[in-house]
């Protein structure tokens, strides 16, 4: 086996890693919700094998993982492995595509929407593609539904920052205010003037040269994950809250999908490149309003 093709096979084995370390806990959390807010048997995920193309030639594919619970009202975490060409067109907007347009991908998507509206959604990814070139991809956000939640400065966002700034700190100093940086930029909604939530990391085109490096990085990033989000799920999900509450969460849900519909580049990449609809999709919650 080659070297790109060894790391290749261990970037999918780790991502399949943490979607199994990411159910299991989520699953847990099922588990723990009190049946007085939460009533009806603890979820579980299930998950969906797919192929990509027409079944004529091997060109990957993945598993959908979707729990819809008692906790989490809708949380999918899904992992694919996909290889191929791409369009012409959209060649021209990879890096490294532009003269040859065969790529590899392979990568961990996750989102949460919870039933309690004091605990915020959340979403993660990381990535390895490969094209002429090689990076790394990926991050994570807080997306909270209640307006006394959606500060950078309260002490959930911080909580929440905190294990990816010591994932980036440990690998670069200055690497978490860089990456923080690209979060706030991105996760934006320019025809509203305000962010999505609170922020987190986000980076893309991670090659510093070392592939052993990047790669420890990318899974320090979803380790950092787990350190982040379900203890903030812990603290609030004895919470009680009123129809006023869900009908805040609705609202602040609908921007998230405006979000992934009209901004998303990894909404557009997995539609452009013959992904699993059901799967990408899957991000959008399962109630939303617009006032």
């Known amino acids: 086996m080659s070297d790109t093709e060894n790391r290749k096979a261990r ?10 370390l990411i159910c299991a806990e989520f699953e847990r959390l099922e588990d723990e ?6 009533p009806g048997a603890p979820g579980r ?4 094998p797919w192929r990509r193309g027409d079944g004529s030639s091997d060109q ?10 008692r906790f989490f009202e809708k949380v999918g975490v899904h992992v694919s492995t996909v290889h191929g060409a791409f369009s012409p067109d959209f060649a021209k907007q990879v890096k490294g595509a532009a003269d040859d347009p065969r790529f590899w991908a392979s990568g961990i998507s996750l989102i949460a929407h919870l039933r309690n509206p004091h605990c915020p959604a959340a979403h993660m990814n990381t990535r390895h593609i490969v094209t002429t070139e090689w990076w790394f991809g990926g991050g994570g956000d807080l997306n909270p539904t209640q307006d006394d939640q959606r500060d950078e400065n309260h002490e959930d966002a911080r909580a929440f920052h905190a294990p ?4 980036c700190e440990k690998h670069e100093p200055g690497l978490y205010a860089k990456y923080k940086k690209w979060a706030d930029e991105y ?11 609170v922020g987190g990391i986000f980076y893309d085109h991670h090659n510093g040269g070392d592939w052993e490096r990047d790669f420890a990085f990318t899974q320090d990033v979803g380790r950092a994950f787990l350190a982040a989000y379900p203890p903030l799920l812990r603290k609030h999900m004895h919470e009680a809250w009123s129809d006023a509450d869900r009908e805040e969460q609705s609202v602040q849900r609908g921007r998230y999908v405006e979000f992934n519909l009209l901004y998303d580049r990894g909404t557009t990449f997995g539609l452009k490149t013959g992904g699993n609809v059901e799967s990408i999709l899957s991000s959008m919650p399962p109630v939303a309003k617009w006032p």
């Open 45 to 48: 995920f299930e998950k969906t």
């Open 164 to 167: 990816y700034r010591e994932a």
């Open 187 to 197: 996760f934006w909604l320019p025809h509203r003037g305000q962010p999505r939530g």
């Open 60 to 69: 990957g594919g993945g598993v959908a993982g979707l729990m819809r619970g």
């Open 11 to 20: 970037a999918k084995a780790w991502f399949e890693e943490l979607r199994n």
């Open 33 to 38: 919700a009190p049946a007085s807010l939460y």
